[in-house]
């Protein structure tokens, strides 16, 4: 069974509006869409602390069979975020909602970097910091990198990465759609671009891939849907190598988290 790393953000999701604490971030959510697939094994690699929500993401892991062997327990808070959600289920955000605690502290060891290179494939975010070292381990393995760009506002000091990655997701704008496209051609990775009820679109050498969302009647939390569809996709893809089936896979996995509070 083919083995897939997500690193480095485990984090609690705290709703005060409705009292609840939920385990995710990045890393465990898309960890998570990954083992319900049933078809890979799923790590986590980062930093968590020393407090009650470490327990928190713990126990979540531990239910869903994710293997935390390579999550370490750091002197201090555990990486959390206060989420508040509109009547129509979006959420937004405050001025206190992140606190980045331990996990800002977590730098790949040289016994991490040996790990690393025995996965079939590794996923980060562009906020983690980690895209460039993680590109450096590629070099000496042959895993495939996916890396979530989030919401960032496309740059030049991105191409340099292109070469090394091969999956790109962003929670894309129409706007840079072209763009993306003209990178496509130019470098090898796969550019993904969510679009959230519009579906997503994708470009592989310069063809691109559209995809429409599934249909979801009562729209409960976007919270970490994102992340499910990367978890899906990556899954997918490679075990498939199809873009299209791929899309569609991460798609239904977006449609299912919509459903309920939280992301898992």
């Not at 849907?225 to 791929?246: E, K, M, P, R, W």
Request: hydrophobic fraction near 40%; aromatic fraction near 10%; include cysteine.
């Amino acid at each position: 069974m083919k083995k897939i790393l997500a690193l480095s953000c485990c984090c609690v999701d705290y709703f005060p509006e409705k009292d609840v604490i939920n385990a995710g971030g990045n890393a465990l959510n898309v960890a998570a869409s990954c083992v319900k697939t049933g078809k890979v094994q799923a790590f986590l690699m980062g930093n968590i602390g020393t407090d009650k929500f470490a327990e928190e993401v713990k126990k979540k892991a531990d239910e869903l069979k994710i293997n935390h062997e390579k999550l370490y327990k750091a002197d201090g808070e555990t990486a959390n975020n206060k989420i508040y959600l509109t009547e129509g289920g979006d959420r937004y955000f405050k001025e206190d909602s992140w606190t980045n605690g331990v996990l800002r502290d977590f730098k790949i060891s040289s016994d991490d970097r040996a790990f690393i290179k025995t996965f079939d494939a590794v996923a980060t975010t562009l906020n983690d910091g980690l895209v460039a070292e993680l590109c450096e381990i590629s070099h000496e393995s042959n895993f495939l990198l996916s890396v979530d760009f989030l919401e960032h506002i496309p740059t030049d000091d991105w191409l340099g990465f292109f070469h090394d990655i091969d999956i790109f997701f962003i929670s894309g704008k129409q706007e840079n759609l072209p763009l993306y496209k003209k990178w496509s051609a130019d470098y090898p990775a796969l550019f993904v671009a969510t679009l959230a009820e519009n579906g997503s679109i994708a470009f592989k050498n310069g063809e691109e891939f559209i995809c429409e969302a599934e249909k979801v009647d009562n729209v409960v939390d976007t919270t970490g849907c994102g992340d499910s569809y990367q978890g899906a996709f990556i899954v997918d893809y490679l075990i498939n190598s199809d873009v299209l089936s791929a899309m569609k896979a991460g798609s239904k996995a977006a449609a299912v988290t919509l459903s309920f509070i939280g992301a898992i």
